[in-house]
Structures are given as structure tokens and as C-alpha cells.
């Protein structure tokens, strides 16, 4: 900072469209914690948002180290958006292993804040640097405004008897109300928040004196140019929440429940990024939701089986090396013909892999992962909030259909964060479906039998009869069954119609589901994007930015990848190039091609993070050169 | 589904119409036997009977029961049986299992459902072989078993599914025999009427591929030297006239003694209801091998909460205190603003 820059008198905060904000630091210094918070709050102020946390697999990785780097990125508007941005315009670095890990990601001339007194010698060898950065010349390119936030916070809180010690862990709330001074947001509902979420006397006061001070020290240090404001966006009316992924999917489980009038039946063994669903649903026992923490990945399905089997909506949610587990028992349940829903919330892989990062790479175990010829339908949430519309769909689909239903969401929407336009509870889809009650076949002799397997000509759907029922008693199982009255049947014949109904059954959902549909220049594009999955929020803003520079794109995105709509192909193929982004090798490109014989390229990224806007667009202008 | 009325039905309403297809001459004919001829005194209802296997011989049971059932897949019937029960607790759940399906590839699935309580008779056939992949030894096979896979002798030591079961914290443990349909049935309506997870080891021949394995103990010639049958409540004495007891000696270790040796008040006596399981352990390990007297009957009889309907009570505490869900409600629960 050079001291010829004028301070602008009464500091009138400018007006600026939107902004990127990154919050890093170490695990234990509570950066999830202040980036929800600034996201909550800039929510609540009426901002379009959207957040991208990354955080180690380790629960502590050794304090002060590059591996132990945990940040928060969120993008606000004053305008409809979908990604969290590609490159910040503001770091908040916490310690030199923050700056070390994130500092590529700052956009040039971008403003970096650090945190100077935990620049010690210590701590940058820590970090791996060999000399300060703040004392020499690597930082030339950004704006670097340093504060010592430990020391600050430490005086703010000694008249309140909190220790040296204790008042550190008060600093990342000194960042949040200097970043809350420089975007201009309201201090109560933080300070209120403070009042409520800390029980501890002496934690409460320290947080809340600390951001008081760090709002304060914006207000009075003349460090900072500018102070900004993102105006509310123009969002659709209505009344807003800011929600995850994990969270709508869970409350989408929730919803689904009640449009089925079914009890929830939730079997999960704990994983990263899948947990937090356990987590939200085991509070909702009120919607009669019954969850249980299975021993194991296997243990967890086949329990939501058997409470299929007896009449409840079975749930079962997981990541990839789970889904990779429970692939036996997804196979009896193709073979059983009963609802069933496995929810894969996909990371990085193969193995433990990325387990903290994100990826797409399991579209081909859910979609082929099973042995035999076990098809089912697969749908792929594409962003936070559409996660709950997803799980009703697939509930409704599992529900007519009485089929496992897999439905892939990704680490990314699992743990981002958007607004949320909440839907009008009374206009949600009736999904519910009867029971059987009544027998079904009535032989020669004018005796009537119960047929497990007789199926519901239009949709080619089973009876489901549940235990309880008088008269309907039935053994459902592994072997193969006869074509109607279920029997155990090893002949030929047989097990060739029942594998081409159970195909048969899965592909005509194809007629009960959206059909594809273009956007963009729908007439004349000379590309067009299939896109599925969470990438829709970077191929969103790519689209909108190559168009408005004139070039001619169309994007068709997809939430239902098994079976595909049935006009995709006709789509695809009035367009002269097809690319297709995807967290993978090129999964969905592949059945593209097989399908249509359509000479689609795929884009592909595997680093454990969402694709950037920025990617996108030169993949678009690549594809057009 | 009534609790009043208690359905009358005989052993024709408990039969499906498939044909039984285990070998001539197999054990478990014996126990299909044992368990369609109590149904009907147990004051239960076909439909509200469910029967879940995992896979093995003993796994096609199912079928052959006019109630629901599902032949799942191996090891994992105590996973879904557990689903069935906990979404379920008003019906009557059964587990088939053999020592193969539910001691090897099923293991982690039993013990826990043990552990957990879950309201499950669960039935394990003890045969000591894999029968339907034709005669591959298993984990309660003998050392130096000669089988297709171990040539030369299996070197792998045995499990005692009792002290599975037992070290599992299973609330009712016994074991009975194929050939004794009265004991049998005896022992089954005890562990149906015990509330949680009821855990029973049935000694049961594969005259194909391990014939006579437990011919040395249950043979009729024998049965009387060599089964201790523990009573509850009785002091444990077999043989001819109870001449032969069971004491626990002064270092802790259980013995088989001569009544007339150590006179009738050193016996001990039996007691199922024990809190802790140890006795049972012990006795549970009398013998070591099929050539020696061995025990049966129920080992351990406690109360203990059970996993389902502690889930259900969760429920409606839950719903009591907050009211039925809403939905409308959830979704505003993280705090909302308007756009107007």
C-alpha cells in the first residue's frame, strides 16, 4: 500500500456487481466456520452465492503445514450466479501454509490479506518458505494489506480476562468482521449468531468482542482503498433459504416420505462427503424418519432392503467405495423388484482417493457396476438445491417403477451452498403408490392366487405386497424367478424374458422423464455442451459469457443419465460439434458416442475440484477452432 | 394383526406348496419338520411371519415356509432381517443360517445384529461343511478335516458358534438337534418367545458331504452318556439315572464328575438367567470335540432391550415432544429472507 492513496471521506462503501472471497487458514483456525457464516449473512442480505469449501481429509493435519490448509471460497452478487468463482479477488490468508497452499488462486493485482503475526520464522518453515514473503518481492502482484490479527484480538479481548492463549481462537472472527466492514455487511445477525451458538460465557464474549474489533479496526486503519457493497440480486420473489447439498437432499428425503406417505428408513455407515445426511436425517424421527448406523457399507443396504421389503421408503446413502460394496446387494434388489434408493455423493477415487475433494467418476459403476444384466436408473443431482428435487424424483421413480434408484450427487453441491427459492410444500408431486391387498391370478378352476411377479402391463412394475397383508404370503429371492408366479425357475426361456423385462421395465422410463431439451442458440449453434451433474454451474456461466461475445452455443444438461431421454440423440445431432465437461475420463462421452454415433469430444478434469468458468470457455472456443 | 384374537392354524397353513428339494436323508428335513409343526402352537399368523436367508442349503428354507420370505444373499440375513424388524417390530422375524453364511462371510452381520438386540430368532444349521458348493470345509470345521480345498487336512482352527454368539452379547443362546424334533420344537418356542435376538445352534447332519459328523454324541445309542441337557433351575446331571454332573472346581474350571463322587449338592445348577454370561461361556465349552459329551438346551436367557422398539419409542418421544413433522416448517428451519 502506498500512503499517497486518498481516503475517501466517509468512506461511502462502491458499488460493485459481485465478488469472490477466499478465507484460509489452518484446520483448527475455524475457516468453514467464518466462511458460512460471511455466506449466511451476505444470504440473508439478499446476494445471489455460491460457496466452494475444501478442507483436508485429516482432522488435523500437523498445525501450520501446507497439508493442513482448510478454506472457504464464496462468490456474491448482485445478479444470478452459479459457481463459486474461478479466481478470487480477495485472500484472506491466516498463516504462511494458507498463502502457500492458496495463493495461485488470487486473481492478479488481487487484494491479499494476511494475518503478520503468524509470519514468524516458525511458522514459515512450517510452510516451507525459505524467506518472508511479506519481506521481499514475491508479493508484487497482489495488493497486500497486512494485519496482525492475533495480537489485535488478544488486546480487544485482555480487558475481558480472556487469556493470550485463548483469545487466538477468537482471530478468525477478527477476519470475518474486517472482511463484514469491507463488504459492507450488517453486524447483528453475526453478533446474534454469536449470542446463541457459543454456550461457554467466555467464548461467547470473546468472539463476539473479537469481530466487533475487527469490524472496528476496517472502520479506522487507513490499510484499505476501498470499502465495496454487493447489492441484493434481483432474484425470482419469494421467501429464501441458503442451503447445501447434503442438507436438501436429506429434507428432500424428508419430503419424499411424506409425497409417498411412507415411512423413511435410512441405512448409512459413515464416509466423507456422504455423512452429513445421516447426520440431518437422524434429527427429523418426527417425520418418521428411523435411521440406523449400519456395521458396515453392506450391512447399511441391506437393511434399507428389508425395510423395503416390509413396506418402507428404504434409503441408503454412501460415497464411491461404498457403492462399491453394497454392488451385491443392489443386484438382489434389481433382481427383488423393490424400491430402493442408494445415494452416492461421489469423490475423488479410485480407492479412498480424494476423500475431501470432488470428482464424477462413478457414472459408470452406477450405471454398469453390478454383475449380471442388472440395469437401473440413475439421476444426477446438479446443484445444491436441486438436490432436493432429486431425491423426490428419485424416490418417485424407485417408488412406480419398484426399482433400486441411484442417484449421484458430488462432493462439490454436497457441501456448496445456494440460495434456495423454497418450493410451495402444497404444489410438491403425489408419489405414493398402493400396496397390494387383493390376490392377482385366478387359475382354470376359479382359485385365486397371489403372483409376485405378475406385472403392471404399462409400467411393467411388480406388486409390492408387504408382510402384514392376509392371503398374500410370498418368497421373493436371488434365483431366478418364474416369468409371472415367481416360483424358482432355471429354464432357458425364462430367465431370457425376465431379463428382457427387467431391461425392458428400466428402459421405458426413458417415456416418464423430461425430455432433452437445448438451450442457448437452440437453431444455430455451432456447439453444443451435454453436460450432466454439478457441472452445470461452470458450463452455466460459460455459455452465458462465449455468447454474449458473439460465439453460437447450446447446452443441453442432463439430471437423468440411466435411461436417457429418449430424443437426446435427435438433439445432439443437429448440431455440428458435441462437447461433453465431466469430473472424469470421459464417462458420459463414451455412452454418447456407443448410443448415437454421434462424434462427441469430451472434456475432462480430475483434480479434486469443480471445473472453472474459465475452463469451460476455452474449451468452447477449442472446440469451435 | 389383531392382539386379541389368536389365529388358529395347523401345519398345512404353515406350508407352501413348493417342492423341497435338500438332498434324501438331509438334517435339515428334520428341522423344517420341527418348525412347521410348532408354528401353529405358537398362536401366530402366517402373514405376519417372515422368514429371511442368507445362501447355503440351509438358506433355501424359506420357500418351503406359506408365510414372507426372502432368500437373500450370503452372509447378509441378519442385515436385512435387521431392516425387516426395526422398520417392523409387529412382526415375527426368523433367520435361517449356516455355519458357513453366518459364521463366514455373514460374520460381522451376526454379531452385530446379537449385539444389537434386534428382535430376530435366528436359526443357525451346523452342519461343519460347505454342502451346496459341494464339500469345501467351513468355520466350524475340525483341524485335519480332509475336504476338496484342504487335501491335506484343514489347519484352520474352529469357531464355537456359541461363543460367537455369546461374546456377541446375545441376549438368548441354545443348541438343539436334528434328530430330536421334540427337543428341537422345545427350544425353538423358547426362543421365539424371548423378545430381542434369540440365537440357536442346530447340530444338523450332511449325510452327502459330512455324514456322521455328530453321530458320537446325538446317535440315539449314545445320546443318553453323551448329551447334558441344561435344565434352568436344574442341577446339570446326565447319563443313566443323572449319575454323571457337572461341577465348577475350586480354580474356576467346569468337570465332569460322578454324582456318587462328589454327592448331589456339589452339582451344579443350572441358571439362564444369569446376568453375566461366563457360566454359559464355560458350559458352552465343555467339549471341544463331537466325541465327547456335550451340552445343549439354553445356554443364557436375559432381558434385554430390544434394538427395534427402542428405535420406535425414539419416534414417538420425538413426535410427541415436537408434534407430527412438517414440511413446510423444515425447510424454514435454517433461517429465511424475502425478495420482493
Known amino acids: 500500500m502506498t500512503d499517497t492513496v486518498e481516503r475517501s471521506a466517509g468512506r461511502e462503501p462502491e458499488t460493485i456487481t459481485r465478488v469472490v472471497v477466499r478465507f484460509a487458514g489452518d484446520s483448527g483456525d475455524g475457516m468453514q466456520l467464518t466462511g458460512d457464516r460471511f455466506t449466511s449473512v451476505s444470504a440473508a442480505f439478499g446476494n445471489d452465492l455460491s460457496t466452494l469449501p475444501e478442507y483436508p481429509a485429516e482432522i488435523r493435519a500437523p498445525a501450520g503445514t501446507v497439508n493442513g490448509v482448510s478454506s472457504f471460497q ?16 480477495v485472500l484472506i490468508a491466516m498463516n504462511p501454509a494458507a498463502l502457500k497452499a492458496d495463493l495461485n488462486r488470487l486473481e492478479p493485482h488481487g487484494l491479499l490479506i494476511v494475518n503478520s ?55 478468525n472472527f477478527f477476519a470475518l468482521g474486517l472482511v463484514s466492514w469491507l463488504y459492507s455487511r450488517p453486524t447483528e445477525p453475526t453478533l446474534e449468531w454469536i449470542s446463541t451458538r457459543f454456550k461457554d460465557d467466555l467464548v461467547r464474549v470473546s468472539n463476539a468482542t473479537a469481530f466487533t474489533a475487527g469490524f472496528n479496526f476496517g472502520e479506522t486503519t487507513e490499510q484499505f482503498e476501498h470499502r465495496f457493497v454487493v447489492l441484493p440480486a434481483k432474484l425470482p420473489p419469494g421467501e429464501y433459504t441458503n442451503i447445501s447439498g447434503n442438507v436438501a437432499l436429506a429434507w428432500g428425503l424428508v419430503a419424499a416420505g411424506q409425497l409417498a406417505k411412507l415411512p423413511i428408513f435410512l441405512g448409512s455407515y459413515p464416509i466423507t462427503p456422504a455423512s452429513d445426511i445421516l447426520h440431518e436425517l437422524s434429527k427429523h424421527k418426527h417425520f418418521g ?76 459403476i452406477a450405471i454398469y457396476g453390478r454383475h449380471g ?18 431425491a423426490i424424483e428419485a424416490a418417485r421413480i424407485a417408488l412406480k417403477y419398484r426399482t433400486p434408484v441411484i442417484l449421484l450427487s458430488d462432493g462439490y453441491i454436497a457441501n456448496g451452498s445456494e440460495p434456495w427459492l423454497l418450493p410451495d410444500v402444497a404444489s410438491l408431486p403425489d408419489i405414493s403408490v398402493p400396496f397390494a391387498t387383493e390376490m392377482n391370478h385366478t387359475n382354470d378352476d376359479g382359485t385365486t392366487e397371489f403372483w409376485p411377479y405378475l406385472r403392471d402391463p404399462e409400467t411393467l412394475a411388480r406388486p409390492w405386497a408387504i408382510p402384514g397383508t392376509p392371503h398374500l404370503m410370498h418368497r421373493v429371492g436371488g434365483l431366478e424367478k418364474e416369468d409371472g408366479r415367481g416360483d424358482i425357475n432355471y429354464t432357458p426361456e425364462n430367465h431370457q424374458r425376465m431379463v428382457d423385462l427387467r431391461a425392458a421395465k428400466i428402459a421405458g422410463i426413458a417415456y416418464d422423464i423430461p425430455p432433452a431439451v437445448a438451450v442457448g442458440d437452440v437453431d444455430d449453434a455451432d456447439v453444443c455442451i451435454l453436460g450432466w451433474g454439478s457441472t452445470w454451474a461452470a458450463i452455466d456461466a460459460a455459455v452465458q459469457r462465449t455468447r454474449r461475445r458473439g460465439l453460437k452455443v447450446a447446452w443441453v444438461h442432463l439430471t437423468h443419465v440411466n ?42 478434469k480430475v483434480q479434486g475440484l469443480p471445473f472453472t468458468a474459465r475452463e469451460l470457455e476455452d474449451a468452447i472456443e477449442g472446440a469451435l477452432q | 394383526m389383531s392382539d386379541t384374537i389368536v389365529p388358529v392354524t395347523t401345519k398345512k397353513d404353515w406350508t407352501s406348496d413348493q417342492e423341497v428339494r435338500w438332498c434324501p436323508g438331509c438334517g435339515d428335513y428334520g428341522i423344517l419338520l420341527a418348525v412347521q409343526q410348532l408354528m401353529p402352537e405358537l398362536g401366530i399368523a402366517p402373514e405376519n411371519t417372515v422368514f429371511i436367508s442368507g445362501i447355503g442349503c440351509s438358506s433355501r428354507f424359506p420357500y418351503y415356509m406359506n408365510t414372507y420370505g426372502m432368500h437373500g444373499i450370503h452372509g447378509r440375513a441378519p442385515a436385512i432381517a435387521t431392516g425387516l424388524a426395526v422398520a417392523r417390530p409387529d412382526l415375527d422375524v426368523w433367520v435361517i443360517t449356516g455355519d458357513g453364511d453366518g459364521l463366514s462371510i455373514g460374520g460381522n452381520h451376526l454379531i452385530h445384529a446379537l449385539r444389537r438386540n434386534v428382535n430376530l430368532t435366528i436359526l443357525l444349521f451346523n452342519n461343519r461343511i460347505y454342502g451346496l458348493t459341494k464339500g469345501q470345509y467351513s468355520p466350524t470345521s475340525e483341524i485335519g478335516k480332509v475336504t476338496k480345498s484342504t487335501p491335506f487336512g484343514s489347519v484352520d ?17 441354545a443348541r438343539t438337534h436334528d434328530l430330536d424334533r421334540k427337543h428341537m420344537m422345545d427350544i425353538f418356542r423358547q426362543a421365539h418367545a424371548h423378545r430381542g435376538s434369540s440365537f440357536v445352534e442346530i447340530f444338523q447332519n450332511c449325510n452327502v458331504f459330512n455324514d456322521g459328523a455328530f453321530d458320537d454324541v446325538t446317535s440315539r445309542q449314545v445320546r443318553e452318556e453323551m448329551m447334558i441337557d441344561l435344565r434352568d433351575g436344574q442341577p446339570i446331571r446326565f447319563g443313566a439315572g443323572g449319575h454323571k454332573g457337572v461341577v465348577m472346581g475350586t480354580d474356576g474350571q467346569l468337570r465332569i464328575v460322578e454324582v456318587a463322587d462328589v454327592g448331589e449338592d456339589a452339582i451344579l445348577v443350572h441358571d439362564a438367567h444369569r446376568d453375566d454370561p461366563g457360566l454359559a461361556f464355560a458350559l458352552a465349552r465343555l467339549s471341544h470335540d463331537d466325541h465327547s459329551a456335550t451340552t445343549f438346551g439354553v445356554f443364557r436367557d436375559v432381558d434385554r432391550p430390544d434394538y427395534g422398539m427402542a428405535v420406535g419409542r ?27
Not at chain 1, 512450517?126 to 495488493?143: C, T
Request: aromatic fraction near 4%; glycine fraction near 8%.
Open chain 2, 157 to 173: 482352527p474352529p469357531f464355537n458358534p456359541l461363543s460367537v454368539a455369546l461374546g456377541a452379547e446375545a441376549s438368548f443362546v
Open chain 1, 563 to 604: 435411461p436417457l431421454p429418449p430424443n437426446l440423440g435427435e438433439v445432439l445431432k443437429k448440431y455440428p460439434r458435441v462437447i461433453v465437461p465431466e469430473l472424469n475420463l470421459g464417462q458420459m462421452c463414451r455412452i454418447v458416442r456407443a448410443n448415437y454415433l454421434i462424434d462427441a469430444k469430451a472434456v475432462t
Open chain 1, 117 to 171: 503475526d503468524a509470519f514468524t520464522e516458525r511458522d514459515l518453515a512450517k510452510a516451507g518458505y525459505a524467506s518472508n514473503p511479506l519481506a521481499d518481492e514475491s508479493l508484487a502482484g497482489y495488493r497486500v494489506v497486512e494485519v496482525p490479527m492475533t495480537s489485535l484480538t488478544q488486546k480487544a479481548t485482555e480487558p475481558l480476562g480472556v487469556k493470550p492463549r485463548d483469545a487466538e481462537r477468537s482471530k
Open chain 1, 74 to 89: 464464496v462468490q456474491i452478487s448482485d445478479h444470478d450466479i452459479t459457481t463459486p468463482g474461478d479466481a478470487p479477488s
Open chain 1, 373 to 390: 444384466e442388472a440395469p437401473l436408473p440413475v439421476i444426477a443431482a446438479y446443484s445444491p438445491a436441486n438436490c432436493f428435487d432429486a
Open chain 2, 314 to 340: 425414539q419416534l414417538a418421544e420425538t413426535s410427541s415432544k415436537k408434534g407430527p413433522g412438517d414440511l413446510a416448517t423444515l425447510l424454514r428451519s435454517n433461517g429465511t429472507w424475502a425478495v420482493v
Open chain 1, 289 to 364: 424418519v428411523r435411521t440406523v448406523q449400519a456395521e458396515d457399507e453392506i450391512a447399511a443396504v441391506g437393511m434399507a432392503l428389508g425395510a423395503a421389503f416390509a413396506g418402507h421408503l428404504g434409503v441408503t446413502t454412501t460415497s464411491g467405495p461404498g457403492v462399491a460394496l453394497k454392488s451385491e446387494t443392489t443386484s438382489l434388489a434389481v433382481s427383488l423388484e423393490l424400491p430402493l434408493l442408494i445415494i452416492d455423493v461421489q469423490r475423488g477415487g479410485p480407492s479412498t482417493g480424494l476423500p475431501t475433494k470432488t470428482e464424477a467418476a462413478d457414472l459408470n
